[in-house]
Structure formats: structure tokens, C-alpha cells
T-cell receptor, first 114, second 114 residues
Framework: KAGVTQTPRYLIKTRGQQVTLSCSPI?????VSWYQQTPGQGLQFLFE???????NKGNFPGRFSGRQFSNSRSEMNVSTLELGDSALYLC?????????????FGPGTRLTVT | AQSVTQLGSHVSVSEGALVLLRCNYS??????LFWYVQYPNQGLQLLLK??????LVKGINGFEAEFKKSETSFHLTKPSAHMSDAAEYFC????????????FGKGTKLSVKP
């Protein structure tokens, strides 16, 4: 069974631009969660989508948004990029509706904002 | 609020020695707990999960963890370290009422000396 895939793997953007990251979950999984990983803050939850609806949201500004399509693929968008948005963005998929809710992670997208 | 504390940001052991990585959690309800491993420039790989079926949980690569409710701990162990175990390890708990949200500890970087 194919794992979680994320595209692109690396991205360099300029401050003020916007960026869209993509995540394809494991086949059959209906939940996709997004995390930001930085050396200073560690792993922080951004949001979770389940069956095309945002089910949970972390404490990030409105510049961070996402969506999920009918095939469970998800995209995350960051508008008006800031230097502090440089991070590894990880997505994870799970069934979403059964214990114990373990998540399977993709390789991540490394975003650098200059 | 729930939290996960990993004692020791860096742990160094000799090859063949016991590995012990500590994790304490705070949760008002029985938790779902996980250990993940991250190799450089990669995503997170699930090592093992606590599902309340058994307090001693066996995972991949020879790792195991013991859930101790009285100590609110879920420490990760491996009897004999291998060079390939060098990586960063994260303990995580599912946020109460937010099953798509994993709360992570700060991580412990494991070094293995020959």
C-alpha cells in the first residue's frame, strides 16, 4: 500500500508571496492533518480535515488555510509569507473515525522563505 | 491543557547498550499514546501505539514502551542499541476531543556511539 505523499518536497519563496502544498493520503484514509515543524517550536498542529470538512484547528493565523477534496487529497495554503513561516510542513493521514487514531506521516515539504 | 514532556533533548548511548527515552503525559482521560521516530530530512515513522489493550507495547525495530498510569509515563526502551537507531524520537498524545490533533513532546535526539 502506498504511503502518504507530499509535493513539492522543497520550496523557496519570497516574503509576501503565497504558497500551496499538496498531500495525498493513504488509500482509504479520510482524515488529513497538517503540522508545522520548526527547531524552536517543535511540531505544532495546524488543522485537520475529515471528509472534506475542517474538523479541528490549531492556533495559527488566518494566513494558513486548507481544504480537502472528495478523493481525500488535501492542500494547504499560506498567504503573505513571513520569514517565520520557514519550516518543514508535514501532513499525516488516518482513518479518522476509529481508535486509536494513529496517524501516518508523509516526508514533508521544506519551505524556505527569503 | 494536555501536554507531553520528554526528559532529555539529547541522549547518547554506546552500541549494544540499553536505550531509555522518557515520556510523561498529562491527560484527564485515558490517553492514546504514540512514539514516532524521525530520521534526518524525513517524515515521522510510527514506532508503536498504546491502545489500552496492554500496558507493555511492542513496536518495530525492537522497541517497546510501558504505560504506567500511576506515573503518567510511557517510556520507550530497546535492550540493545544499534547504530541505525540514531534519530530523533517523539512521544505524542491524541488531544482530547480532537482526534486529528496529536500533541507532541519536544523530541529526544538519540546518538549511538560505536
Amino acid at each position: 500500500k502506498a504511503g502518504v505523499t507530499q509535493t513539492p518536497r522543497y520550496l523557496i519563496k519570497t516574503r509576501g508571496q503565497q504558497v500551496t502544498l499538496s498531500c495525498s493520503p493513504i488509500s482509504g484514509h479520510r482524515s488529513v492533518s497538517w503540522y508545522q515543524q520548526t527547531p524552536g517550536q517543535g511540531l505544532q498542529f495546524l488543522f485537520e480535515y475529515f471528509s472534506e470538512t475542517q474538523r479541528n484547528k490549531g492556533n495559527f493565523p488566518g494566513r494558513f488555510s486548507g481544504r480537502q477534496f472528495s478523493n481525500s487529497r488535501s492542500e494547504m495554503n499560506v498567504s503573505t509569507l513571513e520569514l517565520g513561516d520557514s519550516a518543514l510542513y508535514l501532513c499525516a493521514s488516518s482513518w479518522g473515525d476509529r481508535d486509536p487514531y494513529e496517524q501516518y506521516f508523509g516526508p514533508g515539504t521544506r519551505l524556505t522563505v527569503t | 491543557a494536555q501536554s507531553v514532556t520528554q526528559l532529555g533533548s539529547h541522549v547518547s548511548v554506546s552500541e549494544g547498550a540499553l536505550v531509555l527515552l522518557r515520556c510523561n503525559y498529562s491527560s484527564s482521560v485515558p490517553p492514546y499514546l504514540f512514539w514516532y521516530v524521525q530520521y534526518p530530512n524525513q517524515g515521522l515513522q510510527l514506532l508503536l501505539k498504546y491502545t489500552s489493550a496492554a500496558t507493555l507495547v511492542k513496536g518495530i525495530n525492537g522497541f517497546e514502551a510501558e504505560f504506567k498510569k500511576s506515573e503518567t509515563s510511557f517510556h520507550l526502551t530497546k535492550p540493545s542499541a544499534h547504530m541505525s537507531d540514531a534519530a530523533e524520537y517523539f512521544c505524542a498524545v491524541v488531544a482530547t476531543g480532537s482526534q486529528g490533533n496529536l500533541i507532541f513532546g519536544k523530541g529526544t535526539k538519540l546518538s549511538v556511539k560505536p
